[in-house]
């Protein structure tokens, strides 16, 4: 069965850099979540889109934005990284008929140096 | 301040033991209560889940066992194997907050052969 996709896996980039982290819902999935999980941390919520709308937003910095395009699939922009956004970011999907049941992608390692 | 509490931070059981892992809440607007099982370097895969009209929920091995009225909730994994040495996440969301996955801080489940 398909998964959600995430890419890159693993992304390293220096202080003050931009990234970008792509996701990719399963398939007829409309709702999209990111998360941010530090070492040894719980997954901290970021955001979420439905329908290309934003629906929530959780702990994310100014300096990150995110959207989802009209095949679902969305994209976390960071800039100005900092060393404290090393972390491992999930993105998760569900259907709208059963947005509590999230599936989620292996993640991006973003290390910043 | 963690809205789901979790315990323990760390488990290690012997091989074909039994599991357990707690959480606690506060919110009584939570009415879904996942269990996520994570690997080392992996996204968080969905376990088991219940909801709170439900006082027991098991699939095979693996236990849900709920008290709505102390606001508990615990996972019990029996004849635990090597393989299940994972970390485990509790969680619970709301209709009424887009089901946003509010997290228990893990718990690391070590199973020694």
């Known amino acids: 069965a398909a998964g959600v996709i995430q890419s890159p896996r693993h992304l390293i980039k220096e202080k003050r850099e931009t990234a970008t982290l792509k996701c990719y819902p399963i398939?007829?999935?409309?709702?999209v979540y990111w998360y941010q999980q530090g070492p040894g941390q719980d997954p901290q919520f970021l955001i979420s889109?439905?329908?290309?709308?934003?629906?929530d937003k959780g702990s994310i910095p100014d300096r990150f934005s995110a959207q989802q395009f009209s095949d679902y699939h969305s994209e976390l922009n960071m800039s100005s990284l900092e060393l404290g956004d090393s972390a491992l970011y999930f993105c998760?999907?569900?259907?709208?008929?059963?947005?509590?049941?999230?599936?989620f992608g292996a993640g991006t390692r973003l290390s910043v140096l | 301040q963690q809205q789901v509490k979790q315990s323990p931070q760390s488990l290690i059981v012997q091989k074909g033991g039994i599991s357990i892992i707690n959480c606690a809440y506060e919110?009584?607007?939570?009415?879904?209560f996942p269990w996520y099982q994570q690997f080392p370097g992996k996204g968080p895969a969905l376990l088991i889940a219940?909801?709170?009209d439900v006082s027991e929920k098991k699939e095979g091995r693996f236990t849900i066992s709920f008290n709505k009225s102390a606001k508990q909730f615990s996972l019990h994994i029996m004849d635990s194997q090597p393989g299940d040495s994972a970390t485990y996440f509790c969680?619970?969301?709301?209709?009424?907050?887009?089901?946003?996955?509010?997290w228990g801080a893990g718990t690391k489940l070590i199973i020694k052969p």
């Open positions: 889109f439905y329908e290309k709308m934003q629906s």
């Open positions: 398939p007829r999935h409309d709702t």
């Open positions: 919110n009584t607007a939570f009415d879904y």
């Open positions: 219940i909801r709170p």
């Open positions: 969680a619970a969301s709301s209709m009424g907050s887009n089901y946003q996955l509010i």
């Open positions: 998760a999907s569900s259907l709208v008929g059963a947005k509590n049941i999230q599936y």
